[in-house]
């Protein structure tokens, strides 16, 4: 999901790979050092902040649905769309946010001043900053004072030492929020209430509507409590201060109130704030019971250890310090979204587990969520009962949701795809048969609004086969539609469900109707092409990348048009054959249309793994992690959007890549000598990269074990790997034969059969 990412980079990236796809890369500066059990101290947050990767800046916890952090501008005065800017001053300490992704929340903003206070002019430069897990660090500059910031789950920690000054003040600005503006897509302010219930706290509630999502009227409700009596109390509407203890607004008016002291050199005065979806007494229960007392080390140290367990479940030996940092920050930033709101939920009551913020699941479901599957199961089980929850109570499981609403629909409705995933490898705990239903939901009912939620164009997918010109985003909705009614299949045959299963096994191959054998592009030949309503062709679509009225979203002819995962065998016989199709990737990669910053094209440096060439597949690989990644504040090629590029990334640098909504995961080259990722039942999987050096010549690989035994394809199923396993790739510094005879399995291989293929002894039902 891409809303800014910088022009100038993406062409620059383009370049490199183009030039270097296939060349030798520089030596990396290896560490011998084993990473430290803390495995936080491996964790750079800026990782990411800059050129559009929007990574959050700031303390949470896993899934956390605090995220307080600052908010800011650049110097020149234009606001950072998800919080952050390395470039400029800070406007406050909000405590709701995204990470990768923007225009969202920002809500409840609470900062330090000192001196008179001016409420339009608050902002500051900041020195020192200090971001690790679960804690945030500056020195504010303008009023000489230092910030520090820790979280619970529901509850940001404010920890300020000021300054010797007579006019000290804690300011709490309810009206704030990022991307605020009249903008379609802006966040806008409702109104709310501020009510201060004695000289140390302050609760009420905001309401806000918009943003990127769209949404409808979210409402955050607060408990701010000091752990200082304050001196005296304001409240503000508007531009005016008053000694009144009570406040109402209605939209477009600021509203907020300010603590004020006489402070000592080094006074410290903290401040917890709860935050809750449900009420003012929830949100100060949320303060009672998850931070009873006045201990900020204690706090940060909860939270270290709850980041630690997750964290603990990627071990590296033989890395370089760049790597550890990259792939650590990467688990890190994953586990930052979607947000568990289980007990917040403000729109139904339910037993089941509650989560927000899938923002997007278009953008998640590729990596993400396979990776969740295998090292966190319980929590991809509860995220995926959320996802039918909602489909119950609102009628769809959502492809995009933020702010308790759904919205927006990006592509297919691709929640399919991440139950599919989750019941071929034999997640259990989750009720199918309804996850069923939701899928049938979005495959069979038009929605009434086809950005919110469910299938737009669907009456003439399910009539003609494809999406025509009659809709926006046709040629995109088709490709992921088609993938979409496989993940279907899959589970209506698990579920015994034949008639089901016959029916959407017949529609994965719709992608084959835009398909224009004569359509040639710079020398290759076939490629998706619209279709009028009337069904004729219309004409060829030669954008590079398309947004929401166009044919295909974010993405173009050299991406969408060999989207098939359902059936490799199938495209590559439609693009001429092995040899043709192969030529057609080296083209894409060498010619810039291979876009790094966005997920649509997250399977085709593996494509060719399909086409017996899995030593291209390493090239294309290696060339990316040593040119669009790095350990710096640039280091995300793309928004990051919740963590899937870092799970591309995490997957990438292992030498394995799952194509979600299967039970395979193709090999491509592994760029650390010892990994292993441990799974939900504490066994691990392990893959070691024999003579890999640090130079990264030796990338092929000339043979592979997995436990022990020969393993001559490219790919393994799930399987093969969920009681743990062992798989020791040899590499060298030329291609070799492995991997080019038995290729991974595709609907249109011989033997081929829709529900055999699931393996019954791994279903879950």
Same mark, same amino acid.
């Given at each position: 999901?891409?809303?800014?990412?910088?022009?100038?980079?993406?062409?620059?990236?383009?370049?490199?790979?183009?030039?270097?796809?296939?060349?030798?890369?520089?030596?990396?500066?290896?560490?011998?050092?084993?990473?430290?059990?803390?495995?936080?101290?491996?964790?750079?947050?800026?990782?990411?902040?800059?050129?559009?990767?929007?990574?959050?800046?700031?303390?949470?916890?896993?899934?956390?649905?605090?995220?307080?952090?600052?908010?800011?501008?650049?110097?020149?005065?234009?606001?950072?769309?998800?919080?952050?800017?390395?470039?400029?001053?800070?406007?406050?300490?909000?405590?709701?946010?995204?990470?990768?992704?923007?225009?969202?929340?920002?809500?409840?903003?609470?900062?330090?001043?000192?001196?008179?206070?001016?409420?339009?002019?608050?902002?500051?430069?900041?020195?020192?900053?200090?971001?690790?897990?679960?804690?945030?660090?500056?020195?504010?500059?303008?009023?000489?004072?230092?910030?520090?910031?820790?979280?619970?789950?529901?509850?940001?920690?404010?920890?300020?030492?000021?300054?010797?000054?007579?006019?000290?003040?804690?300011?709490?600005?309810?009206?704030?929020?990022?991307?605020?503006?009249?903008?379609?897509?802006?966040?806008?302010?409702?109104?709310?209430?501020?009510?201060?219930?004695?000289?140390?706290?302050?609760?009420?509630?905001?309401?806000?509507?918009?943003? %990127?999502?769209?949404?409808?009227? #979210?409402?955050?409700? @607060? $408990?701010?409590?000091? /752990? +200082?009596?304050?001196?005296?109390?304001?409240?503000?509407?508007?531009?005016?201060?008053?000694?009144?203890?009570?406040?109402?607004?209605?939209?477009?008016?600021?509203?907020?109130?300010?603590?004020?002291?006489?402070?000592?050199?080094?006074?410290?005065?903290?401040?917890?704030?709860?935050?809750?979806?449900?009420?003012?007494?929830?949100?100060?229960?949320?303060?009672?019971?998850?931070?009873?007392?006045?201990?900020?080390?204690?706090?940060?140290?909860?939270?270290?250890?709850?980041?630690?367990?997750?964290?603990?479940?990627?071990?590296?030996?033989?890395?370089?310090?760049?790597?550890?940092?990259?792939?650590?920050?990467?688990?890190?930033?994953?586990?930052?979204?979607?947000?568990?709101?289980?007990?917040?939920?403000?729109? %139904?009551?339910?037993?089941?587990? #509650?989560?927000?913020? @899938? $923002?997007?699941?278009? /953008? +998640?479901?590729?990596?993400?969520?396979?990776?969740?599957?295998?090292?966190?199961?319980?929590?991809?089980?509860?995220?995926?009962?959320?996802?039918?929850?909602?489909?119950?109570?609102?009628?769809?499981?959502?492809?995009?949701?933020?702010?308790?609403?759904?919205g927006r629909t990006q592509g297919g409705s691709n929640a399919n795809v991440i139950v599919a995933d989750?019941?071929?490898?034999?997640?259990?705990?989750?009720?199918?048969?309804?996850?069923?239903?939701?899928?049938?939901?979005?495959?069979?009912?038009?929605?009434?609004?086809?950005?919110?939620?469910?299938?737009?164009?669907?009456?003439?997918?399910?009539?003609?086969?494809?999406?025509?010109?009659?809709?926006?985003?046709?040629?995109?909705?088709?490709?992921?539609?088609?993938?979409?009614?496989?993940?279907?299949?899959?589970?209506?045959?698990?579920?015994?469900?034949?008639?089901?299963?016959?029916?959407?096994?017949?529609?994965?191959?719709?992608?084959?109707?835009?398909?224009?054998?004569?359509?040639?592009?710079?020398?290759?030949?076939?490629?998706?092409?619209?279709?009028?309503?009337?069904?004729?062709?219309?004409?060829?679509?030669?954008?590079?990348?398309?947004?929401?009225?166009?044919?295909?979203?974010?993405?173009?002819?050299?991406?969408?048009?060999?989207?098939?995962?359902?059936?490799?065998?199938?495209?590559?016989?439609?693009?001429?054959?092995?040899?043709?199709?192969?030529?057609?990737?080296?083209?894409?990669?060498?010619?810039?249309?291979?876009?790094?910053?966005?997920?649509?094209?997250?399977?085709?440096?593996?494509?060719?793994?399909?086409?017996?060439?899995?030593?291209?597949?390493?090239?294309?690989?290696?060339?990316?992690?040593?040119?669009?990644?790095?350990?710096?504040?640039?280091?995300?090629?793309?928004?990051?959007?919740?963590?899937?590029?870092?799970?591309?990334?995490?997957?990438?640098?292992?030498?394995?890549?799952?194509i979600a909504g299967q039970d395979v995961y193709l090999i491509s080259t592994p760029s650390i000598p010892?990994?292993?990722?441990?799974?939900?039942?504490?066994?691990?999987?392990?893959?070691?990269?024999?003579?890999?050096?640090?130079?990264?010549?030796?990338?092929?690989?000339?043979?592979?074990?997995?436990?022990?035994?020969?393993?001559?394809?490219?790919?393994?199923?799930?399987?093969?790997?969920?009681?743990?396993?062992?798989?020791?790739?040899t590499l060298g510094s030329a291609p070799s034969k492995w991997g080019m005879t038995t290729l991974p399995?595709?609907?249109?291989?011989?033997?081929?059969?829709?529900?055999?293929?699931?393996?019954?002894?791994?279903?879950?039902?």
């Amino acid at each position: 999901m891409q809303k800014n990412i910088s022009s100038v980079f993406h062409r620059s990236m383009l370049l490199v790979i183009s030039a270097l796809v296939f060349a030798v890369s520089l030596p990396a500066q290896t560490s011998m050092a084993k990473p430290s059990q803390d495995y936080t101290r491996n964790v750079d947050p800026f990782i990411g902040v800059d050129w559009g990767g929007n990574t959050f800046v700031g303390a949470a916890s896993p899934y956390g649905m605090v995220k307080v952090g600052p908010d800011m501008e650049t110097f020149d005065g234009r606001k950072s769309g998800f919080g952050y800017s390395s470039n400029g001053v800070i406007l406050g300490f909000s405590h709701l946010h995204l990470s990768g992704a923007q225009g969202k929340y920002g809500n409840i903003l609470v900062a330090p001043v000192t001196g008179p206070l001016v409420l339009n002019d608050i902002k500051t430069p900041r020195t020192d900053e200090v971001n690790h897990v679960g804690y945030y660090a500056a020195k504010l500059t303008r009023y000489n004072l230092r910030v520090e910031l820790t979280s619970s789950r529901r509850v940001g920690f404010h920890r300020y030492t000021f300054p010797a000054s007579q006019q000290s003040h804690i300011v709490i600005d309810i009206a704030h929020a990022l991307s605020l503006g009249t903008d379609w897509q802006a966040q806008k302010f409702l109104g709310a209430e501020i009510h201060l219930s004695s000289n140390h706290e302050a609760q009420g509630v905001a309401r806000f509507t918009g943003g %990127w999502n769209r949404g409808g009227e #979210y409402r955050v409700y @607060y $408990y701010m409590v000091l /752990d +200082t009596p304050a001196e005296t109390t304001q409240t503000w509407t508007g531009s005016t201060l008053s000694p009144s203890k009570d406040a109402t607004v209605e939209a477009n008016t600021p509203i907020g109130a300010s603590f004020d002291f006489s402070t000592k050199a080094n006074q410290v005065i903290q401040a917890k704030v709860g935050i809750s979806f449900l009420s003012t007494e929830q949100a100060k229960q949320n303060v009672q019971q998850e931070i009873p007392a006045w201990n900020f080390a204690a706090v940060h140290a909860a939270s270290t250890a709850l980041w630690n367990k997750e964290l603990s479940k990627l071990n590296l030996s033989g890395e370089t310090d760049s790597q550890r940092h990259q792939l650590y920050t990467a688990m890190y930033h994953i586990m930052l979204m979607p947000t568990d709101r289980t007990g917040e939920n403000p729109d %139904w009551k339910s037993s089941e587990p #509650y989560y927000d913020d @899938y $923002y997007c699941i278009w /953008d +998640t479901f590729r990596t993400s969520s396979p990776l969740l599957t295998l090292i966190s199961p319980d929590r991809q089980r509860d995220i995926i009962r959320s996802l039918v929850d909602i489909y119950r109570h609102t009628g769809y499981m959502p492809d995009a949701r933020s702010g308790n609403d759904n919205g927006r629909t990006q592509g297919g409705s691709n929640a399919n795809v991440i139950v599919a995933d989750a019941y071929v490898k034999g997640l259990k705990g989750i009720d199918y048969e309804t996850a069923f239903a939701a899928m049938v939901h979005d495959a069979e009912a038009p929605p009434a609004d086809q950005q919110k939620e469910g299938r737009g164009g669907l009456k003439d997918y399910n009539e003609k086969g494809y999406v025509t010109l009659a809709d926006e985003r046709s040629g995109s909705r088709t490709v992921e539609y088609s993938y979409d009614d496989f993940a279907i299949a899959e589970v209506a045959c698990g579920l015994g469900k034949t008639k089901e299963a016959a029916l959407y096994a017949s529609r994965t191959h719709n992608f084959e109707h835009l398909w224009d054998k004569d359509m040639t592009a710079e020398g290759i030949k076939g490629f998706l092409r619209p279709r009028n309503p009337d069904g004729t062709w219309a004409p060829p679509y030669l954008a590079v990348r398309g947004t929401w009225p166009d044919f295909f979203y974010e993405g173009d002819i050299w991406t969408y048009s060999i989207y098939a995962p359902q059936d490799m065998r199938r495209l590559i016989e439609m693009a001429g054959g092995n040899m043709a199709f192969v030529h057609r990737l080296d083209w894409t990669f060498l010619r810039g249309h291979f876009d790094v910053t966005n997920e649509p094209g997250f399977l085709l440096p593996v494509l060719y793994n399909y086409a017996g060439r899995p030593d291209k597949t390493a090239d294309v690989v290696h060339m990316i992690l040593e040119k669009a990644f790095m350990d710096t504040r640039a280091g995300i090629p793309g928004n990051d959007d919740s963590g899937a590029m870092s799970s591309w990334l995490l997957f990438s640098t292992l030498g394995i890549f799952p194509i979600a909504g299967q039970d395979v995961y193709l090999i491509s080259t592994p760029s650390i000598p010892d990994a292993a990722l441990t799974l939900g039942n504490g066994k691990k999987i392990r893959i070691i990269a024999k003579n890999l050096d640090s130079n990264g010549l030796n990338r092929y690989v000339q043979s592979a074990t997995l436990n022990g035994v020969d393993l001559k394809n490219a790919w393994f199923r799930h399987a093969q790997i969920k009681d743990g396993a062992t798989v020791v790739l040899t590499l060298g510094s030329a291609p070799s034969k492995w991997g080019m005879t038995t290729l991974p399995p595709s609907m249109s291989d011989p033997n081929w059969s829709m529900c055999s293929e699931l393996y019954p002894a791994t279903l879950a039902h």
